[in-house]
């Protein structure tokens, strides 16, 4: 896992090098990114799959508080205070199907 900086209103996130386990978040209920750092955000059906040896391992599908900063930075929250911290620069791959999207054009500080 790799550090992101703090700063004076932000948090310490471990990045996510693999889904096999969470990582500690801020309380969803209690902490947001700041709007103006937003790209976007919302509960969405989502699951996640981490690749095995022999057996690929997939978690539920549920609806998880997810927001996507135009950093790159995917915060996903599985419970209250634990999820995923995924730099989408970084990631090998993603795969997302959709059957309605609608967004505002958006660009991300790379």
């Excluded at 693999?18 to 750092?37: E, H």
């Excluded at 391992?57 to 419970?79: A, E, F, S």
């Amino acid at each position: 896992m790799q550090l992101k900086g703090r700063t004076s209103r932000s948090e310490v996130f471990y990045i996510s090098k693999s889904f096999k386990k969470t990582v500690s978040l801020p309380a969803a209920r209690a902490w947001r990114v700041k709007d103006s750092d937003v790209a976007a955000r919302g509960y969405v059906l989502c699951l996640t799959k981490q690749k095995g040896l022999l057996f690929d391992k997939m978690t539920n599908l549920k609806p998880r508080l997810v927001t996507l900063t135009r950093n790159g930075l995917l915060i996903i929250y599985c419970k209250e205070d634990k999820g995923f911290v995924v730099d989408v620069k970084d990631a090998r791959a993603m795969t997302t199907k959709t059957d309605h999207f609608h967004t505002k054009r958006q660009t991300y500080v790379g």
